[in-house]
């Protein structure tokens, strides 16, 4: 069972929820399974460029990526690249 | 009858209200986080729709039944593989005819237009726009290559696309025909092409048939042939021939108002001052319609910021605040400020 941990705006589209506990053999198929998905993904299915993903507190980019193993209580946690304005 | 203006900001979405057009009482932010391009009340059944993008998280649709107190995200909205183009942004909403209940559409970047069938729940893609046989030849704005204006007139259908020009469907949008001759692209090698003009807002007049009028990055025009033809009349007493905004009387053809920004260079309010011009002659000259209006300004007022109704004029400036006329004495009253930049103003009725 892994933690998904997501920003105030996709809980707020996620009706308020803002950690999912669940089972995921890897990265990509967690955050697939979030009722978020469609924001966190474009419709090439690619991983939106200013979206960070971080597991047990290490960038995902730099790490095995979406398709990596996860582990049990794993936790993941979505953050939004620093941009804006 | 009260009014509700939806106001779209680079941080949210307002919602002004107004028993008399004098007093404003301010709700908001909705949808924090989000940068609400426009949004609107659908006339036809009082949801409030709003093109809603994010840095972070794309380009979506929101719907509320309740006036914003609880939002549904569209389901599917994107761009086919084989286009391989993907959705930028979310741009215009336009509810559907009378006798389309469910239908509305919605303008997108790179220059897209969908179609809804199920209030915004599903979007399929107009692919007579996506696959014109011009699109090579479009080039996209500062604001992205949008598609702005959607205009549906008895079985026409208008759309304009920075910077593609106008285009006209006469099959509910299954084949578009460019209609851009007379009107300048000064910006191109080519003065007046076929297309790749820069169309700030196009509106059609509800009651005149075959009259639509355009501001543009090179001039305002006005057509009395669904298109085919423009004149252009910005020579006619306007102080430039730069601006987005647009807004008509329901009541009068012949009137239109815009709000001129010192030149394509130079994007703030012509003169140092912050100037709405009204013609009542259908463009053949136009007079400063400012009452109220502060003498000393340099803002801008973005395509979405200009709105109208039967009873008034709406708009709101890029530096946060929302300006509201009435018809009967054109004075102008400050209904908000300090709210975070302007992007688009509605106006629908307050029930």
Known sequence: MAVVVVPTVLAAEAGGQKRFELEAET???ALRALPIADLLFDERGELRRLLNVYVDGTDARGSGGLDGPLRPRAEVRVVGAIAGG | MGVLIPVGTRKGLFLLRSGDRERWELDGP???????YHAIVDPRDGVLYACTNSFFYGATVHRSNDLGETWERAEELGLPEESGLALAATWHLEPGRAREPDTLWLGGDPAVLFRSDDG???WEVNRGLLEHPTRERWQPGAGGLCCHSIQLVDGRMYAAISAAGSFRSEDDGATWTPINAGVAADFLPEKYPEVGQCVHKLLSHPAREGRLWQQNHCGVYRSDDHGDTWERLDGNGLPSDFGFGLALDPADP???YVIPEQS???RYTADGRLGVYRTGDAGASWELAA???PERAWVAVLREGFAFDEDGLYFGTQSGSVWASRRDDGAWTEAARD?????SVEVAEWP
């Open chain 1, 27 to 29: 990265l990509g198929e």
């Open chain 2, 30 to 36: 909705l949808l924090p986080g989000w940068s609400v």
């Open chain 2, 120 to 122: 915004s729940a599903t």
């Open chain 2, 254 to 256: 012949d009137v239109a």
């Open chain 2, 264 to 266: 394509a260079e130079h």
């Open chain 2, 291 to 293: 009452d109220g209006l």
């Open chain 2, 339 to 343: 709210l975070p930049p302007v992007l």
